[in-house]
């Protein structure tokens, strides 16, 4: 646990700056982590080095899209998508005497480079949007996150299913009370105090689930590769999958539903 709460202090301590900043420095941030995330992914299908270079190009090509903008509405380019999907399918194609890299692979690193470009395109265009939108989804997901490990330490008796074994449904009611709570608060203060109360509260609620059932996914995933963490780039957390698996999810969701909010 105390090397868990040292690695997120050290990585908020570097990250934050940027997050408040905002703007170029941010999109670097930004990409450097959407990247190493991708590359945890990449190191679960293939080391080829021409492959991987392959998929990166791809990968920066089509967040790059997004860069600097302020319109949800745009988030996905499908021209940029449709040259991503060729370049890729036809790259199978130099593969197919692969055992390691079959279709199979190919197809979950495209459905893998189109999840994360997306999620971490509109965490972007949040921020540019607004830095209390960008907090508020993190305070959904960290909020969550905390509070399941707590009361699912002290009060969880009843397991969730085999995915996950550590998840109990106690922590998971906790963790969705406490992150909808702590989370509704914020947006009252900060963003929209004349917000109705009770959309406000269902979105968030709602959203509290998200980001569990993206947790829960990202635990299916790696059970399905036989891992334990993504990678050991935050001590105590794993990788950055590991860290940013909820968020992936709650940004996807926010986006449909920030004009109702």
């Not at 690695?7 to 703007?23: D, H, K, T």
């Not at 990166?56 to 998508?81: A, H, M, P």
Request: charged letters at 15%.
């Amino acid at each position: 646990m105390k090397k868990r709460v040292i690695s997120a202090v050290v990585f908020l301590l570097i990250s934050l700056p940027f997050v408040y900043i905002g703007g170029i420095s941010f999109y670097f941030l930004s990409m450097i982590i959407s990247l190493l995330a991708f590359k945890e992914l990449l190191d679960l299908v293939t080391k080829d080095y021409w492959t991987r270079l392959v998929y990166y190009i791809c990968f920066l090509f089509l967040l790059g899209s997004n860069i600097g903008q302020n319109n949800l509405n745009n988030i996905l380019d499908f021209k940029v998508l449709s040259i991503v999907i060729l370049i890729l399918c036809f790259l199978q194609l130099l593969n197919y005497k692969s055992k390691k890299y079959n279709l199979e692979k190919n197809f979950f690193l495209i459905g893998g480079i189109i999840l994360l470009a997306c999620s971490f395109a509109s965490m972007i265009i949040l921020r540019n949007i607004s830095l209390f939108y960008f907090i508020y989804i993190f305070l959904i997901t960290t909020m969550n996150d905390i509070f399941a490990q707590f009361i699912g330490i002290l009060f969880g008796k009843h397991k969730v299913n085999e995915i996950s074994p550590n998840k109990t449904w106690e922590g998971c009611l906790g963790g969705l009370f406490f992150g909808t709570l702590i989370s509704t608060l914020f947006y009252l203060i900060f963003i929209n105090q004349d917000i109705n109360i009770f959309i406000l509260i269902f979105f968030t609620m709602f959203l509290s689930v998200v980001a569990q059932l993206g947790d829960l996914f990202f635990s299916l995933v790696k059970r399905s590769f036989k891992i334990k963490d993504f990678s050991n780039i935050m001590p105590g957390h794993g990788g950055l999958l590991d860290r940013f698996d909820s968020a992936i999810f709650v940004a996807l969701a926010f986006i449909y539903f920030i004009n109702f909010l």
